[in-house]
């Protein structure tokens, strides 16, 4: 199975994937390349995967990725920037 299409398929079991849990559980060492392949996929049927930086305890950051649907002209004027901070 392509490295997509797993990734694709973690986002159909759980909301969120790091690098560190694409590393650990799928052998994938570059998450931020396999999520702009699927974008270019996820498009088509009106969905993105959008990163946002976490913080863990210690202060180092992270990144997150999930999957969310394109419902909004807002949203849609989202995707020349897929990174947001929290």
């Known amino acids: 199975m392509s490295q997509t299409k797993t990734v694709n398929n973690h986002f159909n079991k759980a909301y969120t994937l790091t690098p560190r849990e694409a590393r650990a559980n799928y052998r994938i060492e570059s998450l931020s390349s396999v999520v702009s392949k699927l974008n ?4 088509a049927g009106g969905m993105r995967v959008v990163k946002t ?3 863990d305890v210690t202060g180092a950051k992270y990144a997150e990725y999930c999957r969310k649907t394109i419902t909004t002209v807002n949203d849609a004027n989202f995707l020349g920037n897929s990174t947001r901070y929290v």
């Open 40 to 43: 270019k996929e996820l498009l």
């Open 53 to 55: 930086w976490k913080m």
